[in-house]
């Protein structure tokens, strides 16, 4: 069942967040255009949608009526006006980068209808540093999925001073209609609940791990079968993108002068030997034979 009122979902960027992200409110009846400036990103989201509902239902997790109903709501376009113009809500899924965010922000906040929601996907990146664009501060707030979209459950909603209850509300009905699970911060936090938890965790194994103490496969291996976690710190990052790691490290510390927050030596490494985890094939292991 969808929220009243929220009928058409723009998802910006098609990556592999975007992407999965579309599907899912797809998949729990919403009408979903996905847009990405790249044709390239575009073509692969497409091609993942029209892989991944055959594949449930050939698994038997969904019906094929389903699957056909999903597919019959999204559809992929690199004109963000055609996308957004009448979206209720939008969700940005672009890089982790403050002034392409406030770039799209500034043109959503044209495009779209007054009533519609902007919402972040970001998961550093607080509202407030991005609403000023807009001229519709109320409406403005994070709604961060986790990697992989299609799988995860929890959803942060984090309310910016200047979000209202009432958008605050509406995002958490949208999570619970899409079969998540969301949890809503009052207040803005740098790295919100999960991350400033899992920060913690992978600064002190890429200490450990720079400092020589341990392998990468036994720092993984420690938190896995010690601390019970379903996988290890570096096999995360793998999965969530070392660029992306990069990419927070290099904002947080542009934004503190810290020299504490700099990307860890080894995170440098990988990012500039393009060796990011999954999405290119290697990052602290090797993917490129599976």
């Not at 004109?79 to 940005?92: S, Y």
């Not at 707030?141 to 459950?153: D, G, Q, S």
């Not at 209202?164 to 079969?179: I, W």
């Not at 291996?221 to 990419?247: K, W």
């Amino acid at each position: 069942m969808t929220v009243a009122g929220i009928n058409k979902i723009c998802v910006v960027g098609a990556g592999n967040m975007g992407h999965q992200i579309a599907l899912s409110a797809a998949l729990a009846g919403y009408k979903v255009v996905c847009t990405d400036i790249s044709p390239e990103i575009l073509a692969k989201a497409e091609q993942f949608a029209d892989t991944y509902l055959p594949e449930r239902v050939a698994k038997g997790k969904l019906s094929e009526e389903a699957a056909k109903a999903a597919r019959a709501n999204i559809s992929f376009t690199s004109d963000l006006k055609e996308a957004a113009g009448d979206a209720d809500l939008v969700i940005e899924a672009i890089l982790e980068k403050l002034e392409l965010k406030r770039k799209v922000f500034a043109q959503l906040d044209e495009i779209c209808p007054p009533h519609t929601i902007l919402a972040t996907n970001s998961s550093f990146i607080v509202s407030s540093k991005i609403v000023d664009v807009t001229n519709r501060p109320g409406k403005v707030c994070n709604m961060h999925f986790f990697n992989p979209a299609l799988v995860m459950k929890l959803v942060e909603v984090v309310k910016g001073p200047h979000t209202s209850e009432e958008t605050a509300g509406t995002v958490m009905e949208v999570c619970k209609s899409m079969g998540k699970i969301p949890v809503l911060l009052q207040k803005e936090i740098y790295g919100f609940l999960v991350n400033r938890i899992l920060a913690a965790i992978n600064q002190e194994a890429l200490y450990l791990y720079d400092m020589g103490i341990a392998s990468y496969e036994d720092i993984d291996n420690a938190v896995v079968y010690a601390l019970g976690h379903p996988m290890g710190p570096f096999r995360l990052m793998d999965l969530t993108g070392i660029d992306l790691s990069y990419y927070i490290g290099m904002e947080r510390y542009q934004e503190t002068g810290d020299p504490t927050h700099k990307p860890s030596p080894i995170v440098v490494e990988k990012f500039v030997k393009k060796e990011w985890g999954r999405k290119t094939g290697k990052g602290f292991y090797d993917y490129s034979k599976k």
